[in-house]
């Protein structure tokens, strides 16, 4: 059964810490996202990756950054985690885009994250 | 304006019922997702589709290219489908989110 691997289900942290969200996935996909959902704004794009070292700013990348050194593994990191950071964090993978097919994307189960 | 419309926000259904929620969305495309997430966060994609009609079971999405706007029908409702249901669309190769109907079916 294909996976996508968030390292934690549930996180707290303190304002200030520098914070690492993980993202594995097990498909050789190219593509990799992550996400944060909060009520009544919906899930919104912090970063995405097309390949190895890789990475592009989504909608609200301030605050983030992430890491891609291996095809596989997508990380997030809140270099200084702040109270409005607090949120659910999403990750996804797809195979890369070609124009004119498409292709599915896989969720991990999220990492909910409070930042106190 | 958002870029992807659902509604209702919120549905409450009694078990058996026939459902729908509706998607719109006021961007070009390349594909329709519809997704499942369950208390607990996990998002399970239903289905993927460009044009037509595709069935899975009880469930039966549906888009309309011209009029930009897809369907998603829940057949026989069951307290199972209890979740909360997103539209998105595939813009190049990223996805575009509606923010979602929280569907309750009681029992």
């Known amino acids: 059964d294909v996976k996508v691997t968030q390292s934690s289900r549930y996180l707290v942290k303190r304002t200030g810490e520098k914070v690492f969200l993980e993202c594995v996935q097990d498909?050789?996909?190219?593509?990799m996202f992550w996400y944060r959902q909060d009520p009544g704004l919906g899930l919104r794009l912090i970063y995405f990756?097309?390949?190895?070292?890789?990475?592009e700013k989504g909608d609200i990348p301030e605050g983030y950054s992430v890491s891609r050194e291996k095809k596989e593994r997508f990380s997030l990191i809140l270099e200084s985690a702040s109270t409005n950071q607090t949120s659910m964090y999403l990750c996804?993978?797809?195979?890369?885009?070609?124009?004119?097919?498409?292709?599915?994307?896989?969720f991990g189960s999220g990492t909910r994250l409070t930042v106190v | 304006k958002n870029e992807v419309e659902q509604s209702p926000q919120n549905l409450t259904a009694q078990e058996g019922e026939f459902i729908t929620i509706n998607c719109s969305y006021s961007v070009g495309i390349s594909a329709l997702h519809w997704l499942q997430q369950h208390p607990g966060g996990g998002i399970v994609s239903l289905f993927m589709l460009s044009s037509g009609k595709k069935k899975h079971g009880r469930l039966i999405a549906t888009i309309n290219i011209q009029e930009k706007h897809s369907s998603l029908h829940i057949t026989a409702s069951h307290p199972r489908d209890s979740a909360v249901y997103i539209c998105?669309?595939?813009?190049?190769?990223?996805?575009?989110f509606g923010k979602g109907t929280k569907l309750s079916v009681k029992p």
């Open positions: 498909m050789d996909h190219e593509n």
């Open positions: 990756s097309y390949d190895v070292k890789m990475k």
């Open positions: 998105a669309v595939r813009k190049l190769g990223n996805l575009i």
């Open positions: 996804a993978s797809s195979l890369g885009y070609a124009l004119g097919f498409n292709y599915g994307y896989t």
